[in-house]
DNA sequence: CCCTTTTGCTTGACGCGTCAAGCATCTGGC
DNA sequence: GCCAGATGCTTGACGCGTCAAGCAAAAGGG
């Protein structure tokens, strides 16, 4: 199935053509990535908050009035704990995150949503969700099936982070809740 | 076509299930693109640069003798201008770019990769093909097909950049030259 | 020619993301 | 109890990525 000359060939302004057609893919996905992520981030950056700061922000929303550690908060964002601390700092420093060290282990420091922030992220519910649905717009039902399964797959053939030897699962943010 | 209970419903230990489908797809999409940008990422890393620095190298490799101003570099990555400069900055520092004021044009600086820098690149060819090719593994050749079409037809429908009013495509780096 | 505008790039400031180190607190073994 | 190790987090240093501002060279108009 030799293809005509791929979408990502022309964009690149190629020369030569691609080694595998995994490549090609590679450089889809990511590029595809950041579009996407860039259209995300025009949507709460007007509101004062980085999309990283947004998927916080939610996460915390979701963990109610119990908190959330640090490092739980960072095991649902796909990021080390040191950036997580520095983005709870922000946060913090805006009044839209407020910390606490736990009594029971005075080792872990809770985080929690100021009411601020939950009416932010409140008033951005729907324009997420419609910047969602904008950013994959031009793909058909059975398209987006696709392309879900396909993305489940390459996830489900790397282990979850590489550094801890083969814990479960890690998360990400952008989370519903 | 309800989903039984998607691979990254679990991954991030939701409570809430995804407000649609194009949600579960965005977040599908990014978590994917870390996934892949870190097994990359591992590969040039022992050798002292990062991924950004090997796509720049790649692109200066594939620009020849001529060399290529700054603001080309930029376009075949994704990134502003701000960006680019700094990252030849610190390959000039390592000695794998050389840069040069364009004579014809005085407000151009050419770049260039030195002969060090193409050694590297040509070193890192079979481990990233090998790397991209191990990043997909799990898929088969028809699902990569429906992936590539899937991304397409996402970035088609998004204009190349949103800043500039709506000039032709952009591109990204890890281009094959 | 001169003067405005555009183009190509650099600089400053700031928010990530990651690694390596460091510090306080808990845990388990004794 | 006590102490070595594990755990939870913070700090420092560095490489991006982006916006806004600045500066010099080129282009275009008069």
Not at 29 to 49: C, F, K, M, N, S
Not at 68 to 86: D, S
Request: with cysteine; charged share 30%.
């Amino acid at each position: 199935m030799t293809q005509p000359q791929s979408a990502i060939q022309r964009e690149i302004r190629q020369r030569r053509p691609f080694q595998s057609r995994s490549q090609e893919g590679v450089i889809a996905l990511l590029r595809t990535a950041d579009v996407v992520r860039r259209v995300l981030a025009r949507v709460v950056e007007p509101h004062g908050i980085t999309l990283q700061q947004y998927n916080v922000l939610r996460i915390l929303r979701g963990a109610g009035a119990e908190g959330l550690p640090t490092l739980e908060v960072g095991e649902r964002m796909i990021e080390q704990t040191p950036g997580v601390t520095r983005l709870l700092d922000r946060l913090e420093a805006k009044g839209l995150v407020r910390r606490k060290r736990c009594p029971h282990d005075r080792r872990q420091v809770l985080c929690f949503a100021t009411p601020a922030a939950r009416r932010l992220v409140d008033q951005l519910d729907a324009p997420m969700d419609r910047a969602d649905r904008d950013a994959l717009r031009a793909l058909e039902t059975g398209e987006l099936d696709a392309l879900l399964r396909a993305l489940d797959r390459v996830r489900s053939g790397h282990a979850p982070r590489g550094h801890a030897p083969q814990d479960r699962s890690r998360a990400h943010a952008l989370k519903p809740t």
